[in-house]
Protein backbone atom coordinates (compact mmCIF):
# COMPACT_ATOMS: atom_id res chain seq x y z
CA UNK A 1 0.00 0.00 0.00
CA UNK A 2 3.02 2.52 0.92
CA UNK A 3 4.60 1.72 -2.34
CA UNK A 4 1.29 2.31 -4.31
CA UNK A 5 1.28 5.57 -2.06
CA UNK A 6 4.56 6.55 -2.87
CA UNK A 7 4.10 5.72 -6.57
CA UNK A 8 1.28 8.25 -6.89
CA UNK A 9 2.87 10.94 -5.26
CA UNK A 10 6.05 10.46 -7.81
CA UNK A 11 3.62 11.04 -10.82
CA UNK A 12 1.77 14.01 -8.80
CA UNK A 13 5.18 15.79 -8.63
CA UNK A 14 5.93 14.79 -12.12
CA UNK A 15 2.72 16.24 -13.64
CA UNK A 16 2.70 19.33 -11.61
CA UNK A 17 6.60 20.00 -12.87
CA UNK A 18 5.54 19.10 -16.31
CA UNK A 19 2.90 21.31 -16.52
CA UNK A 20 4.77 24.25 -14.25
CA UNK A 21 7.20 24.20 -16.92
CA UNK A 22 4.65 24.76 -20.04
CA UNK A 23 2.44 27.57 -17.90
CA UNK A 24 5.54 29.54 -17.59
CA UNK A 25 6.51 30.66 -20.63
CA UNK A 26 10.10 31.60 -20.79
CA UNK A 27 10.19 34.61 -22.41
CA UNK A 28 12.37 36.68 -24.74
CA UNK A 29 12.94 40.24 -25.40
CA UNK A 30 10.03 41.17 -27.29
CA UNK A 31 10.95 42.85 -30.64
CA UNK A 32 8.46 45.66 -32.06
CA UNK A 33 8.41 47.67 -35.04
CA UNK A 34 6.25 50.43 -33.19
CA UNK A 35 8.47 53.04 -31.42
CA UNK A 36 6.16 53.10 -28.39
CA UNK A 37 3.98 49.99 -27.34
CA UNK A 38 1.81 48.46 -24.27
CA UNK A 39 0.51 45.22 -23.96
CA UNK A 40 -1.77 43.83 -21.12
CA UNK A 41 -4.23 41.51 -20.13
CA UNK A 42 -7.79 43.40 -20.27
CA UNK A 43 -9.07 41.53 -17.22
CA UNK A 44 -5.67 42.35 -15.23
CA UNK A 45 -4.35 45.56 -13.68
CA UNK A 46 -0.81 46.58 -14.82
CA UNK A 47 1.26 45.74 -18.25
CA UNK A 48 2.27 42.51 -19.11
CA UNK A 49 4.76 44.59 -21.64
CA UNK A 50 6.02 48.16 -22.06
CA UNK A 51 8.27 50.19 -24.54
CA UNK A 52 8.32 53.29 -24.37
CA UNK A 53 4.50 53.47 -22.58
CA UNK A 54 4.64 56.49 -20.47
CA UNK A 55 6.19 58.82 -23.59
CA UNK A 56 3.13 61.25 -24.52
CA UNK A 57 3.14 60.95 -28.28
CA UNK A 58 0.39 62.03 -30.84
CA UNK A 59 -2.38 58.90 -31.38
CA UNK A 60 -3.94 60.54 -34.44
CA UNK A 61 -7.21 58.91 -35.15
CA UNK A 62 -7.01 56.39 -32.31
CA UNK A 63 -8.49 59.72 -30.86
CA UNK A 64 -11.63 58.62 -32.12
CA UNK A 65 -11.96 55.56 -29.42
CA UNK A 66 -12.62 58.86 -26.66
CA UNK A 67 -14.57 60.45 -28.83
CA UNK A 68 -16.88 57.30 -28.64
CA UNK A 69 -17.05 57.11 -25.08
CA UNK A 70 -17.75 60.65 -25.05
CA UNK A 71 -20.85 60.17 -27.22
CA UNK A 72 -21.88 56.84 -25.55
CA UNK A 73 -22.18 58.67 -22.06
CA UNK A 74 -23.41 61.39 -23.22
CA UNK A 75 -26.86 59.63 -23.58
CA UNK A 76 -27.59 61.35 -27.15
CA UNK A 77 -30.03 59.37 -28.77
CA UNK A 78 -28.07 56.83 -31.26
CA UNK A 79 -31.35 56.91 -33.61
CA UNK A 80 -31.02 60.81 -33.66
CA UNK A 81 -30.30 61.90 -37.30
CA UNK A 82 -27.21 64.26 -37.20
CA UNK A 83 -26.81 67.25 -39.94
CA UNK A 84 -23.32 67.10 -41.58
CA UNK A 85 -22.51 71.03 -41.06
CA UNK A 86 -19.70 72.97 -42.78
CA UNK A 87 -16.98 73.10 -40.70
CA UNK A 88 -16.71 76.40 -38.40
CA UNK A 89 -13.01 76.25 -37.84
CA UNK A 90 -10.28 74.84 -40.46
CA UNK A 91 -9.42 71.20 -40.18
CA UNK A 92 -5.79 70.45 -38.66
CA UNK A 93 -4.97 68.48 -41.55
CA UNK A 94 -6.59 67.04 -44.38
CA UNK A 95 -10.02 66.08 -44.26
CA UNK A 96 -11.08 64.54 -47.23
CA UNK A 97 -14.76 63.24 -46.65
CA UNK A 98 -16.98 61.69 -49.33
CA UNK A 99 -20.04 63.04 -47.13
CA UNK A 100 -22.60 65.82 -48.72
CA UNK A 101 -22.56 69.09 -46.57
CA UNK A 102 -26.00 69.37 -45.52
CA UNK A 103 -26.63 65.70 -45.78
CA UNK A 104 -28.20 63.35 -42.27
CA UNK A 105 -27.61 60.39 -40.85
CA UNK A 106 -28.05 58.51 -37.55
CA UNK A 107 -26.02 58.97 -34.81
CA UNK A 108 -24.97 55.52 -34.12
CA UNK A 109 -24.17 55.00 -37.68
CA UNK A 110 -22.32 58.67 -37.49
CA UNK A 111 -20.01 56.58 -34.72
CA UNK A 112 -19.61 53.35 -36.68
CA UNK A 113 -18.33 55.21 -39.85
CA UNK A 114 -16.28 57.06 -37.32
CA UNK A 115 -14.23 54.08 -35.65
CA UNK A 116 -14.55 51.75 -38.42
CA UNK A 117 -13.46 53.54 -40.76
CA UNK A 118 -12.09 56.10 -39.59
CA UNK A 119 -14.34 59.12 -40.63
CA UNK A 120 -13.03 62.35 -39.85
CA UNK A 121 -16.41 64.17 -40.94
CA UNK A 122 -18.07 61.81 -38.65
CA UNK A 123 -16.13 62.43 -35.72
CA UNK A 124 -16.69 65.95 -36.14
CA UNK A 125 -20.05 66.02 -36.76
CA UNK A 126 -20.46 63.73 -32.80
CA UNK A 127 -18.80 66.75 -31.46
CA UNK A 128 -20.81 69.84 -33.31
CA UNK A 129 -23.88 67.87 -32.05
CA UNK A 130 -23.19 67.36 -28.72
CA UNK A 131 -25.05 69.41 -25.91
CA UNK A 132 -23.22 72.86 -25.31
CA UNK A 133 -21.72 72.26 -28.40
CA UNK A 134 -17.57 71.71 -29.96
CA UNK A 135 -15.72 73.19 -27.24
CA UNK A 136 -18.05 71.10 -24.36
CA UNK A 137 -17.30 68.20 -26.20
CA UNK A 138 -13.00 68.57 -26.59
CA UNK A 139 -13.66 69.64 -22.67
CA UNK A 140 -15.32 66.29 -21.97
CA UNK A 141 -12.75 64.24 -23.86
CA UNK A 142 -10.52 65.34 -21.36
CA UNK A 143 -12.25 65.66 -18.25
CA UNK A 144 -13.55 61.62 -19.04
CA UNK A 145 -9.52 61.45 -19.33
CA UNK A 146 -8.48 62.85 -16.29
CA UNK A 147 -11.24 60.90 -14.61
CA UNK A 148 -9.74 57.28 -15.85
CA UNK A 149 -6.41 58.19 -14.35
CA UNK A 150 -4.98 59.27 -18.13
CA UNK A 151 -2.57 61.67 -16.44
CA UNK A 152 -0.30 62.29 -19.41
CA UNK A 153 -2.89 62.65 -22.14
CA UNK A 154 -4.13 65.69 -23.81
CA UNK A 155 -7.23 66.37 -26.61
CA UNK A 156 -7.46 69.67 -28.62
CA UNK A 157 -9.79 68.02 -31.27
CA UNK A 158 -12.33 65.04 -31.81
CA UNK A 159 -11.11 63.42 -34.99
CA UNK A 160 -6.87 63.03 -34.34
CA UNK A 161 -6.18 64.98 -37.06
CA UNK A 162 -4.02 67.81 -35.09
CA UNK A 163 -1.10 66.51 -34.09
CA UNK A 164 -1.43 67.68 -30.58
CA UNK A 165 -3.73 65.00 -29.52
CA UNK A 166 -1.06 63.43 -26.73
CA UNK A 167 -1.32 60.32 -25.31
CA UNK A 168 0.99 57.53 -24.34
CA UNK A 169 0.66 53.90 -24.78
CA UNK A 170 -0.30 53.11 -21.18
CA UNK A 171 -2.77 55.62 -20.58
CA UNK A 172 -4.50 53.95 -23.98
CA UNK A 173 -4.53 50.61 -22.37
CA UNK A 174 -7.20 52.44 -19.68
CA UNK A 175 -8.87 54.03 -22.47
CA UNK A 176 -9.98 50.73 -24.15
CA UNK A 177 -10.66 49.10 -21.21
CA UNK A 178 -13.00 51.49 -20.53
CA UNK A 179 -14.51 51.67 -23.83
CA UNK A 180 -14.98 47.94 -23.91
CA UNK A 181 -17.58 48.10 -21.79
CA UNK A 182 -19.96 49.51 -24.39
CA UNK A 183 -21.41 47.15 -26.84
CA UNK A 184 -22.00 49.68 -29.24
CA UNK A 185 -18.34 50.57 -29.57
CA UNK A 186 -17.13 46.81 -29.63
CA UNK A 187 -19.55 46.60 -32.61
CA UNK A 188 -19.02 49.52 -34.60
CA UNK A 189 -15.10 49.63 -34.32
CA UNK A 190 -15.21 45.99 -35.68
CA UNK A 191 -17.83 46.36 -38.44
CA UNK A 192 -16.36 44.84 -41.26
CA UNK A 193 -18.06 46.70 -44.04
CA UNK A 194 -20.91 48.69 -43.86
CA UNK A 195 -23.30 50.75 -46.25
CA UNK A 196 -24.64 54.01 -44.56
CA UNK A 197 -27.67 55.71 -45.91
CA UNK A 198 -27.88 59.43 -45.47
CA UNK A 199 -31.14 61.59 -46.49
CA UNK A 200 -31.42 65.31 -47.25
CA UNK A 201 -30.46 64.18 -50.37
CA UNK A 202 -30.58 59.97 -50.22
CA UNK A 203 -27.70 58.84 -51.59
CA UNK A 204 -25.44 55.89 -49.95
CA UNK A 205 -21.99 55.05 -48.95
CA UNK A 206 -19.71 52.05 -48.82
CA UNK A 207 -17.28 52.12 -45.88
CA UNK A 208 -14.80 49.26 -45.17
CA UNK A 209 -12.55 48.26 -41.69
CA UNK A 210 -9.47 50.22 -41.99
CA UNK A 211 -7.94 47.36 -39.47
CA UNK A 212 -7.47 43.83 -41.35
CA UNK A 213 -7.33 41.86 -38.74
CA UNK A 214 -10.92 42.03 -38.13
CA UNK A 215 -11.48 40.46 -40.93
CA UNK A 216 -9.35 37.34 -39.78
CA UNK A 217 -11.72 35.53 -36.95
CA UNK A 218 -8.94 33.91 -35.41
CA UNK A 219 -7.98 37.13 -33.90
CA UNK A 220 -11.30 37.90 -32.26
CA UNK A 221 -11.20 41.60 -32.20
CA UNK A 222 -13.37 42.81 -30.19
CA UNK A 223 -12.36 46.54 -29.91
CA UNK A 224 -9.88 48.23 -33.13
CA UNK A 225 -8.75 51.35 -34.08
CA UNK A 226 -6.25 52.58 -35.96
CA UNK A 227 -4.62 55.75 -36.88
CA UNK A 228 -2.16 57.69 -39.17
CA UNK A 229 -0.55 61.16 -39.47
CA UNK A 230 3.16 61.69 -40.55
CA UNK A 231 3.81 62.96 -36.53
CA UNK A 232 2.05 60.05 -35.13
CA UNK A 233 3.17 57.11 -37.92
CA UNK A 234 1.02 54.31 -37.97
CA UNK A 235 -0.40 53.52 -35.09
CA UNK A 236 -3.24 50.62 -33.82
CA UNK A 237 -5.08 50.33 -31.03
CA UNK A 238 -6.84 46.31 -30.16
CA UNK A 239 -8.83 44.27 -28.08
CA UNK A 240 -8.13 40.80 -29.10
CA UNK A 241 -8.25 37.06 -28.22
CA UNK A 242 -4.20 35.89 -27.65
CA UNK A 243 -4.01 32.23 -26.06
CA UNK A 244 -8.09 32.60 -25.17
CA UNK A 245 -7.65 35.54 -23.41
CA UNK A 246 -8.83 39.52 -24.17
CA UNK A 247 -5.72 41.44 -24.67
CA UNK A 248 -5.51 44.76 -24.97
CA UNK A 249 -2.45 45.55 -27.54
CA UNK A 250 -1.51 49.34 -28.32
CA UNK A 251 0.93 49.95 -30.81
CA UNK A 252 1.70 53.85 -31.37
CA UNK A 253 4.16 55.10 -34.37
CA UNK A 254 5.21 52.28 -36.85
CA UNK A 255 6.94 53.16 -39.79
CA UNK A 256 4.89 51.06 -42.48
CA UNK A 257 1.21 50.81 -43.14
CA UNK A 258 1.66 46.95 -42.11
CA UNK A 259 4.31 47.21 -39.17
CA UNK A 260 1.17 47.40 -36.61
CA UNK A 261 -0.07 44.39 -37.78
CA UNK A 262 3.22 42.29 -37.70
CA UNK A 263 4.06 43.38 -34.25
CA UNK A 264 0.28 42.18 -33.47
CA UNK A 265 1.21 39.06 -34.59
CA UNK A 266 4.85 38.93 -33.06
CA UNK A 267 3.11 39.82 -29.44
CA UNK A 268 0.87 36.99 -30.01
CA UNK A 269 3.59 34.35 -30.47
CA UNK A 270 5.40 35.88 -27.72
CA UNK A 271 2.26 35.50 -25.47
CA UNK A 272 1.74 31.72 -26.52
CA UNK A 273 5.77 30.64 -27.01
CA UNK A 274 8.25 33.06 -25.88
CA UNK A 275 9.66 33.80 -29.18
CA UNK A 276 10.87 37.51 -29.56
CA UNK A 277 10.52 37.66 -33.32
CA UNK A 278 12.34 40.46 -35.74
CA UNK A 279 12.09 43.32 -37.08
CA UNK A 280 13.15 44.93 -40.30
CA UNK A 281 16.72 47.18 -40.41
CA UNK A 282 14.00 50.16 -41.73
CA UNK A 283 12.01 49.80 -38.74
CA UNK A 284 15.42 50.15 -36.82
CA UNK A 285 16.23 53.03 -38.67
CA UNK A 286 13.47 54.31 -38.29
CA UNK A 287 12.87 53.99 -34.39
CA UNK A 288 16.04 55.30 -33.58
CA UNK A 289 15.56 58.38 -35.64
CA UNK A 290 12.02 58.72 -33.94
CA UNK A 291 13.93 57.67 -30.02
CA UNK A 292 16.67 60.42 -31.27
CA UNK A 293 13.55 63.16 -32.39
CA UNK A 294 11.92 62.63 -29.24
CA UNK A 295 14.83 63.11 -26.87
CA UNK A 296 15.86 66.56 -28.60
CA UNK A 297 11.78 68.01 -28.30
CA UNK A 298 12.02 66.57 -24.69
CA UNK A 299 15.38 68.50 -24.09
CA UNK A 300 14.11 71.49 -25.48
CA UNK A 301 10.82 71.81 -23.17
CA UNK A 302 12.99 71.30 -20.18
CA UNK A 303 15.43 74.45 -21.26
CA UNK A 304 12.05 76.36 -22.17
CA UNK A 305 10.68 75.89 -18.64
Given at each position: MMVRSAGLLALTMFLLVTFSSVNAVERAELQLASVNAAVAYAD?????????????VPIASVTKLMTALVVMESGGPLTEWLEFRERHIPAPANAYTRIRKGSE???????????????NFAAYTLARHHPGGYDAFVAAMNSR??????VN????????????????????????RAASKYPQIREYSTTRYFSAHFRQPRYRLAFGNTNVLVHRDSWGVGISKTGYLSEAGRCLVMLSQMGGKPVVTVLLDSLGTRSPMGDAGRIKRWLATGAGGSVAAAARAYERKKNAAYASSESATVSAN
Open positions: ADGLVYGKNADRPLKRADVLRIALMSSEARELGMTTFVDPTGLSAENLSTAADLVRLV
